[in-house]
């Protein structure tokens, strides 16, 4: 043992012991170099499921076949659905002279066997440390004939040693934009609402945005719509390109009548690209999670289109209210932690926070300093935000320290949390990606009031079914 | 609820497969062509080409060198730290998703379930990460001090960068005290994750093995279990024959296993191979520098499972082939009333099969058993001699296949129909969409143990499961008109 430890670990207790104590928590947060189950993807990942969101979109991954097969079996497992991806399988002769013939043969190839109607192009971290030109590439790929001369593809850098999974997402979509859609016809607009989800793994979500912009009587796309992808209908058939975002939507979005994202963090790139360059009626919401980021969702759509939001809404609204007064004594006082992208957090805080739960514990490993301002102000508006801590760039193994130093009732996040849930005693309730140990979490939303409702059912339920399997027996009863 | 159709299977041609290929462009045919043979009465053309560059752009379920380093053969190494060196994607995506189960305290001799990395940003690239490295290594044995070694597992970047991560590892285990093994997997090395079972082989050479002695004797009976990484609890259940025909399973590669075992495996008097393509090479080295002979052998269905038992037991005394008879006795009876409960419902079933390592030929015998037929087969990152070692095993009119494409094994599957395919999670919606019953074949689909005794009947009743479950019948909705669906 070295002499810079203070564990006597003897045994098994002891070691537990000490990785338990609030000394251990210290040395924990003093660590600079090591990241210990971090919550954070790479960026290709986030690439990869936008362009997923386009019709007809084959995913190229330019760099290492190894990176094609963890992304797509990432995906699958949360899914529960095929991802169809190519890459150009790099290899050490690549390392050397670089990716060109690989891409060229690989577009060829993908082009003729696949027969998408477009590609979108994205790095592995080996083609961004060699430093392949991916312009210079694609225009010799069409000069060379591999691909037809028109043949549509947008591509992004995306490093791995930059950012995250969200920070992918966002290269990627501001790509198809700047790419593939055409120049702005002046002050004519096509009449059509286009809102960017963000980073969203729940098709769930998708539909719901849809419905509630339905509802308003708005035209809508959703940009990129990977509702389908993520979720298609079992039909016997397999249908490599399912419904998404059309080219000819993607074409015309810089001619929409405004431009909605329901995320923050995961598309500020995008958001500044439409907004300050391209000078769009463009509106950001916090992830319209729980019942007043829902309202504020509906009044924004309202405020840039003019159309008010209907009856069928208000009582849906209603609805959503009362189950939350329902519901309301399961969690109100209930201490939380919880982790995630920064979007998920910020909406999911909000709505603790009008249920009258206590958040204590928020870790985002890819949380930005933003994020953590944004995030606080959310808390200070609210007297259950005052015991909450906002913890930046911090890993699951941060997070175990502050379970296990600063008890709490319940951790919300995604299937990585069992482990530090199961040491503290405490549920675990599954939101985020990705849930890789339940089935079907994904296909309800968590967004608008249909999703206020099942947030208040899942958080709920846990607590009371955890009293039924935990309580004394002459406390078991009927009624809870 | 609709009646289930029934597929019409479809021998294999050679005719087939060059229907297939025409639709790829010219050199892509040429090079996919011989990945792919039809076994043929004779077996005159029975061969593969394999363990060559993947085709760029025809979608391929290869993964690279370090799936197969850290992913496959260190990752199982349960009180050693595996350090994912690079980006954070890596650690991430390979993070508990190998089903590698072992047993002990998380945090304390048990950091399976972890992901460690040293998430470079920008500036170690820039700047380089051997710093950080060394600074890692100093947290892990502080934060860890009951860590009994540390696998420094490369990504990409680090040997694009020229980072030294030897030269940081001799240091830090001099400084710590605590085994480092650098392990040289960058993704782009090779061309599957293959190269990545040999370095990481290579590695364990070099660093680990030879470097303990255990102080007892080595007795006549000790064994290791070699290639089999506890998927779903399968060496668990491999460990229980062998001790029960009184052999003493000393070390386990690399399911459940800890740094000791590697160290001291020199110490038994006999190798017995599960997977032998991820672990072959370090066979062959004990075998020439410690004498330690290794043997093949496949657990997976009794009827491999009772001529294993019979072949491992020639290797020792009569004490062990009447313990091991006592055995087969044993567990025979309960095996046949498996097959008895279920063949009558699966007899005749055709099976495709493509997945890694040493399944596509390990685990026919256990469909046999079953009375079904497999009707084709590859591997992922295959080589010669597992090619060697599958064709007598097939049938006549199957077809093989190896780093099939995602468009041939559909397309295959399309023309021939088979019954049930088993395969990875990649492949697994695609062909779940189409109606085909499925089960992941290495993962054993979050079942397991799918090894030994303990594992046939689950292997049995799963892939009854997967052929018979009343959901495939659902598909339809009673108001569509019955259309034939044309093959594309």
């Excluded at chain 1, 990432?74 to 002769?93: A, G």
């Excluded at chain 1, 959310?378 to 296990?404: C, I, N, Q, Y």
């Excluded at chain 2, 567990?331 to 007899?347: F, G, N, T």
Aim: hydrophobic share 35%; aromatic share 10%.
């Amino acid at each position: 043992m070295s002499e810079n430890t203070t564990c006597a670990c003897t045994s098994t207790k002891a070691a537990v012991e000490y990785l338990n104590s609030v000394e251990y928590k210290e040395k924990n947060f003093a660590r600079k170099a090591l990241s210990i189950n971090p919550a954070k993807a790479c960026q290709p990942l986030g690439a990869l499921l936008c362009a997923l969101g386009i019709e007809g979109c084959l995913p190229f991954v330019h760099g290492s076949q190894g990176c094609a097969a963890y992304f797509r079996n990432t995906l699958n497992r949360h899914f529960r659905e095929p991802i169809p991806t190519v890459s150009d399988s790099m290899t050490e002769d690549s390392a050397v002279f670089g990716g060109q013939n690989n891409l060229i043969e690989g577009l060829k190839n993908a082009y003729q066997v696949y027969k998408p109607s477009m590609m979108a192009v994205f790095t592995t971290c080996m083609a961004e440390v060699i430093g392949d030109d991916l312009n210079a590439f694609i225009n010799n790929a069409r000069a060379a004939e591999s691909i037809p001369k028109d043949f549509p593809i947008a591509f992004a850098q995306t490093p791995s040693f930059v950012g995250s999974h969200i920070t992918g997402f966002d290269n990627m979509l501001k790509a198809l934009l700047q790419s593939l859609a055409d120049t702005r016809h002046g002050k004519w607009t096509n009449g059509r609402l286009y809102l960017v989800p963000g980073f969203d793994t729940y098709p769930g979500n998708l539909r719901e945005y849809k419905k509630l912009v339905r509802a308003m009587g708005i035209p809508l796309t959703v940009l990129p719509d990977a509702e389908e992808a993520m979720d298609a209908p079992h039909t016997g058939e397999y249908n490599m390109y399912p419904k998404g975002t059309t080219m000819a939507e993607l074409a015309d979005a810089l001619n929409a009548s405004g431009f909605i994202f329901t995320q923050k963090f995961s598309t500020s790139g995008t958001y500044k690209f439409v907004k300050n360059v391209q000078k769009i009626n463009t509106e950001m919401v916090t992830m319209p999670i729980g019942i007043k980021n829902t309202d504020n969702f509906l009044m924004a759509l309202s405020e840039m289109t003019g159309k008010p939001i209907p009856a069928e809404l208000e009582k849906e609204r209603g609805r959503a209210v009362d189950s939350a007064t329902d519901a309301h004594q399961y969690i109100h006082g209930k201490r939380f932690a919880m982790f995630g992208d920064p979007d998920l957090l910020l909406g999911l805080t909000g709505f603790l926070l009008e249920m009258g739960g206590i958040p204590v514990h928020i870790v985002c490993t890819n949380g930005t300093e933003a994020f953590r301002k944004e995030l606080q102000k959310v808390l200070d508006g609210s007297p259950f935000g005052k015991e909450a801590t906002v913890h930046t760039g911090r890993d699951l193994w941060h997070l175990r320290s502050l379970l296990m130093t600063e008890p709490v009732d319940m951790l919300l996040g995604d299937s990585h949390g069992k482990f530090d849930a199961k040491d503290a005693n405490i549920p675990l309730v599954r939101i985020g990606f990705p849930i890789v140990d339940r089935v079907n979490m994904h296909r309800s939303p968590i967004v608008g009031y249909e999703g206020a409702i099942n947030l208040v059912t899942m958080i709920a339920n846990t607590f009371m079914e955890q009293t039924d399997r935990t309580c004394p027996d002459r406390f078991f009863e009927l009624l809870r | 609820m609709a009646e289930q159709e029934t597929p019409k299977y479809t021998p294999a041609t050679p005719e087939m497969v060059d229907e297939v290929l025409s639709a790829y462009p010219d050199r892509a045919k040429k090079m996919r062509a011989k990945h792919i043979t039809v076994k043929t009465e004779g077996c005159a053309s029975c061969s593969v080409k394999s363990n060559s560059k993947t085709v760029p752009g025809l979608m391929t379920a290869r993964g690279c060198a370090y799936a197969g380093a850290k992913g496959v053969v260190f990752g199982p190494v349960k009180d050693m730290i595996h350090i994912s060196h690079g980006p954070v994607g890596c650690g991430y995506y390979s993070w508990g998703n190998r089903r590698n189960l072992a047993e002990g305290e998380l945090g304390v001799n048990n950091f399976v379930p972890f992901q460690f990395t040293s998430d470079f940003s920008e500036n170690d690239i820039v700047y380089g990460g051997d710093k950080k490295l060394e600074q890692i290594c100093r947290e892990v044995k502080e934060l860890f001090p009951t860590v009994k070694g540390i696998s420094v597992m490369s990504e990409c970047p680090v040997g694009l960068i020229g980072d030294d991560i030897e030269s940081v590892s001799k240091k830090m285990s001099k400084e710590l005290d605590l085994p480092i093994v650098p392990v040289r997997c960058e993704g782009f090395r090779g061309i599957s994750q293959s190269l990545g079972h040999h370095i990481a082989n290579d590695a364990v050479r070099d660093h680990l093995l030879g470097k303990k002695e255990r102080e007892e004797e080595v007795g006549p009976y000790d064994v290791s279990l070699i290639g089999d990484y506890n998927i779903g609890g399968d060496a668990w259940a491999s460990i229980k024959i062998l001790e029960e025909m009184g052999l003493r399973v000393r070390n386990v590669w690399t399911g459940d296993s800890t740094i000791e075992m590697l160290q001291t495996a020199h110490q038994v008097k006999l190798n017995l191979i599960h997977c032998y393509r991820s672990m072959n090479y370090i066979c062959k080295h004990m075998e020439e520098t410690y004498g330690i002979p290794h043997m093949e052998f496949n657990f997976f269905g009794p009827t491999k499972i009772k001529q294993s038992i019979r072949a491992i037991a020639a290797r020792f005394d009569e004490t062990i082939q009447e313990k091991a008879e006592a055995v087969i006795a044993k567990y025979e009876p309960m095996m046949q009333a498996v097959i008895d409960k279920y063949r009558p419902r699966l007899e005749g079933k055709k099976v495709m099969l493509y997945v890694g390592g040493l399944r596509p030929r390990h685990v026919i015998g256990a469909y046999e058993d079953l009375g079904m037929e497999v009707v084709g087969t590859g591997y992922e990152f295959a080589h010669k001699d597992d090619y060697d070692r599958t064709m007598p095993m097939m049938g006549d009119n199957t077809v093989i296949y190896d780093d099939v494409t995602a468009y041939e094994l559909e397309e295959f599957v399309n023309r021939m129909k088979p019954d049930l395919i088993g395969s990875g999670v990649k492949e697994k919606y695609v062909f779940e969409k189409m109606g085909y019953p499925f089960r992941q074949m290495h993962s054993w689909d979050y079942s397991g143990p799918y090894h030994a005794y303990d594992g046939f009947p689950i292997f049995a009743r799963d892939m009854d499961i997967a052929l018979s479950s009343p959901t495939w019948g659902l598909a339809k909705a009673p108001w569509k008109k019955e259309t034939v669906k044309e093959v594309r």
